[in-house]
């Protein structure tokens, strides 16, 4: 963990989301933060630097500027890193953690298409002679990923909404190309400079004020989730990190996943496929907690609340606590553009 001073804390936890869609950002937090905005930029660099915080940028919902899927291999003891490492090193992977799990290694593939995932988990397969788990999203009811750094706060400003909490609707929209390259151009964060989007304007050739406007625009349609900063969870204390799955009837799914994402402390509720023999859990969620009692605590009392409502005697469900973060970072944009996908 990291020792963040107050100002640090402040600040990470109010730009998480609703971070500026102005010329000069850094100026706007620099007003809400009380610092000169050259100083705001310094910290934010550091806090870069360090770790802390991944990007400045964007979390774009799932399946909606390409494609991905949640995957799993049981890799054996002996040749855990080595598989590891295969899977880390494709380009597509975006988070790769081991599990106490017999499906012990899980990742995140992403990119333009379904293709280019069905692609790179062949790939996978081919180079660690494992078979692996597929396991693309049906439904998403919240994700959010934003972290609290301080008590009795919230993370950003319009936070509820934000946060695509349930009762949340957004209409169908589709991303143009130029859509596409300004994904792709901020796929590693905003340049921490005086004026971010006149640098990817430039970057892309058009003025300013289109950047802004279609980032603006693409937060509005949902595709862009939450603008701000992303942080790596594990460097602000954030170690307790579980995976739940449920396995619930059809029928009752939704209900559940709506009271599942209703509370404060799940940052992702979804559903994905059952494939038996080897899997027979059809909802997911995230809990991030600072030690694996509360975690443990928050989950009997998540199931005991869910069972109650939807009378069930008992809610079958199974906690996969993280081991090793292998990877993570931002969705990879710029390699289907590259491959002519878009």
């Known amino acids: 963990m990291i020792e963040l001073s107050t100002r640090e804390r402040e600040m990470l936890n109010r730009w998480q ?5 102005v010329s000069r950002p850094f100026a706007r937090v620099a007003e ?12 934010v660099a550091r806090l870069q630097q360090a770790g802390v915080i991944c ?3 964007a979390v774009v919902r799932p399946n909606t500027a390409g494609a991905s899927t949640l995957a799993a291999v049981s890799a054996p003891p002996e040749r855990l890193e080595e598989v590891a490492h295969i899977i880390s090193n494709q380009p597509e992977v975006t988070h790769n953690y081991e599990r106490e ?3 012990n290694l899980w990742f995140v593939v992403t990119a333009a298409d379904r293709a280019g995932v069905d692609a790179a988990l062949m790939r996978i397969r081919t180079e660690t002679g494992l078979d692996v788990l597929d396991l693309p999203m049906v439904r998403a009811f919240h994700i959010d990923l934003a972290f609290a750094l301080t008590d009795n706060s919230s993370t950003g400003s319009g936070a509820a909404d934000a946060a695509g909490r349930p009762g949340k609707k957004h209409g169908a929209a589709s991303l143009s190309p130029f859509d596409r390259e300004l994904l792709a151009a901020i796929e590693d964060g905003l340049p921490v400079v005086r004026e971010p989007y006149a640098e990817v304007a430039r970057w892309l050739d058009v003025g300013e004020e289109v950047v802004i406007s279609r980032l603006s625009a693409l937060q509005e349609a949902g595709i862009i989730t939450r603008f701000g900063f992303v942080v790596h969870h594990r460097e602000l204390g954030y170690c307790a990190n579980a995976m739940v799955v449920w396995d619930f009837n059809d029928a009752i799914l939704e209900k559940a996943a709506r009271r599942i994402a209703a509370a404060e402390y799940v940052t992702l509720c979804y559903q994905r496929p059952r494939c038996p023999p080897r899997w027979h859990y059809n909802l997911f969620c995230m809990i991030h907690g600072t030690s694996r009692e509360t975690v443990r605590r928050q989950i009997g009392e998540l199931a005991e609340r869910i069972g109650t409502e939807l009378g069930l005697d008992e809610v079958p469900h199974a906690v996969l606590f993280s081991r090793r973060r292998f990877k993570q970072c931002g969705a990879r944009f710029s390699a289907g553009l590259k491959k002519g996908a878009a």
């Open 55 to 57: 990007r400045v940028g």
């Open 32 to 43: 809400e933060t009380g610092m000169p905005e050259e100083e705001v930029i310094a910290m």
């Open 101 to 103: 799990h017999e499906l």
């Open 17 to 21: 989301r609703g971070f500026p869609f």
